[in-house]
């Protein structure tokens, strides 16, 4: 004889599963790639890693972490790091909150503080000691220190030697700004020029002479800051 049986209550879970782990895929957290804003035909010469900015003279615990970077026009410090003891923002449209042209650096210092050394960085000079500290003097009085406790020694070193290389070229047109405002200059002008040529068809003789000299008369005039 047969017995039937009642089937037994299924129990319906609505919790979610665990999520898979890969075991092939690491635990080390990602790092965030930082990247500098670049102009048009500004290029980025060295840069260091795991540099530390310091922000007050007594204390380093608002310092912040991040990348220097030296261009053929600024240093950028990049860091995700919000600046402390800030009150109010503001957005240039060239310079980054961190930025510093190197027009604006008017002398280097670097430090060792294990051989208790600092050298005046110049153009064209080397350097015998691994700096751990980078001072910057500013044409706007400001001063800016970096740390080089947890970068490479030699990173930190060749940075340094970037900054002062292209901070005090041997010639001003070398600079990038003047670079790239006579780009923007004359492009400006040929721009007007074709314009101008191009109606010159439907335009009285004497008017348009008179138009083309003020034209190259207020390009002799122009001073490039």
Not at 56 to 80: E, H, M, R, V
Not at 82 to 105: A, S, W
Not at 158 to 164: G, H, N, P, S, T
Request: with cysteine.
């Amino acid at each position: 004889m047969f017995s039937l049986k009642p089937p037994r209550p299924t129990f319906r879970s609505y919790l979610l599963p665990p999520p898979q782990t890969d075991d092939k895929i690491s635990s080390e957290p990602k790092i965030k790639k930082l990247e500098p804003v670049l102009l048009p035909g500004e290029i980025v010469v060295n840069e260091v890693n795991f540099v530390r900015k310091c922000i007050a003279t007594d204390t380093s615990q608002y310092d912040l972490w991040g990348k220097l970077i030296c261009s053929n026009f600024k240093i950028s410090f990049i860091t995700d790091d919000p600046m402390p003891l800030q009150k109010f923002h503001y957005r240039n449209l060239l310079l980054g909150e961190h930025d510093v042209p190197l027009t604006c650096i008017e002398q280097i210092v670097t430090v060792n503080d294990h051989k208790r050394k600092q050298k005046v960085l110049g153009p064209n000079q080397k350097l015998k000691f691994n700096p751990t500290e980078l001072i910057i003097y500013c044409k706007d009085f400001r001063i800016v220190r970096f740390r080089f406790d947890e970068s490479g020694p030699e990173s930190a070193k060749k940075v340094c030697l970037a900054i002062a290389h292209y901070s005090q070229p041997t010639d001003l047109q070398l600079l990038f700004a003047f670079e790239y405002v006579g780009k923007k200059y004359h492009n400006s002008v040929s721009l007007l020029l074709i314009s101008i040529f191009s109606c010159r068809e439907s335009m009285q003789t004497k008017h348009f002479r008179n138009t083309i000299k003020q034209i190259f008369k207020w390009g002799q005039n122009m001073v490039v800051y």
